[in-house]
């Protein structure tokens, strides 16, 4: 079994500043990539970020966000700066991940954080 848990989420003021934390753990042997989506209400799910060997982000988020992961940790992180009313979503960490027990890679998510930018 692969947990994903995340922290950070809370409530920030437009043009603040979030760092979402996500750590993943159980039976891992390697993790091949990581990730953030999205959710807002009324809105499609989106791809927020995605590290592997390289980084992606969402249009959107581009200049704002920045994704990084500590392999030794198994963690992912998103430092989300100058936010907008329109950043505010349920956030969601995910894993590609290859456990020991198994050669195919399966995909995992976390609970999910709310993030909320309002005055």
């Known amino acids: 079994q692969v947990q994903l848990v995340e922290s950070g989420g809370g409530l920030v003021q437009p043009g603040g500043s979030l760092k979402l934390s996500c750590v993943a753990s159980?039976?891992?042997?390697?993790?091949?990539?990581m990730g953030w989506y999205r959710h807002a209400p009324g809105k499609q799910r989106e791809l927020v970020a995605l590290?592997?060997?390289?980084?992606n982000y969402a249009d959107a988020v581009k200049g704002r966000f920045t994704i990084s992961r500590d392999n030794a940790k198994n963690a992912v992180y998103l430092q989300m700066n100058s936010l907008k009313p329109e950043d505010t979503a349920v956030y969601y960490c995910?894993?590609?991940?290859?456990?020991?027990?198994?050669?195919?890679?399966?995909?995992?998510w976390g609970q999910g954080t709310q993030v909320t930018v309002s005055s």
């Open positions: 159980g039976s891992i042997f390697s993790i091949n990539a």
């Open positions: 590290i592997t060997s390289s980084t």
């Open positions: 995910y894993g590609d991940i290859t456990t020991t027990f198994h050669p195919t890679p399966n995909n995992y």
